[in-house]
């Protein structure tokens, strides 16, 4: 009696196949991000080229921050960490914003991969270009949207938005890229204390 014919082991191919779907969303990420700029790529986009459904690339990447922090290989998500602030009451916005970023640099694990992603931002080249974009549309329009969101007017919001993220990138440059003494050796509760006031500020309108 001849043997029957094994039945094809399932997992592997589905595994490579899901591997292979991954890679080519990334792929196609990565191109539409280099011809068009962070704020101009859309999911649609990336999905077109990738010829997949955007349903998909939402299954792999949830959101497009997500998807070009992948690409970029930034393990520390800023977008994320300034997301965690936001929670706060809007009188103690600024204090929560300071406290967040500025604590989450402190890490050891998290300053050499922020100082290098400041000096892509800050630098000319096509992926400092694109980092600016991606941490000027993820956090500046995230902490618009919450202003917003209690009643403020959408360009006084983004105005409030810009200052308060000019307040908080000049510390952290001046801090840990120049190191400029003595900002850079003062205890990091000093200068939240010191900075987190002047970011109130600029939330609530004032300066």
Known sequence: MAESPSKPRRGRPRKTQRGDTRAKIADAAATEFAE??????????????AE???????????TKAALFADIVKLPVRPDRIVQQALDAPLERLGESLVSTV???????????????????????????????QFLLRELMS???????GSGVPAPEATVRAELV????AGVLILR???????????PVDDVI???????QLHIDGIA
């Open 36 to 49: 068009n700029g962070y704020e101009a790529t859309s999911i649609r986009a990336i999905a077109r080229r």
């Open 52 to 62: 997949v459904d955007s349903a998909l690339v939402h299954h792999y990447f949830d």
């Open 102 to 132: 500025l604590s989450a640099w402190e890490d050891p694990k998290v300053k050499p991969i922020g100082i290098t992603v400041l000096r892509s931002a800050i630098g000319g080249s096509a992926a400092g270009g694109l980092i600016r």
């Open 142 to 148: 995230a902490i618009a949207s919450k202003l917003e």
């Open 165 to 168: 993220l000019t307040q908080i």
């Open 176 to 186: 840990h890229v120049v190191g400029a003494d003595p900002l850079a050796s003062l």
């Open 193 to 199: 204390a010191r900075v987190a006031p002047a970011v």
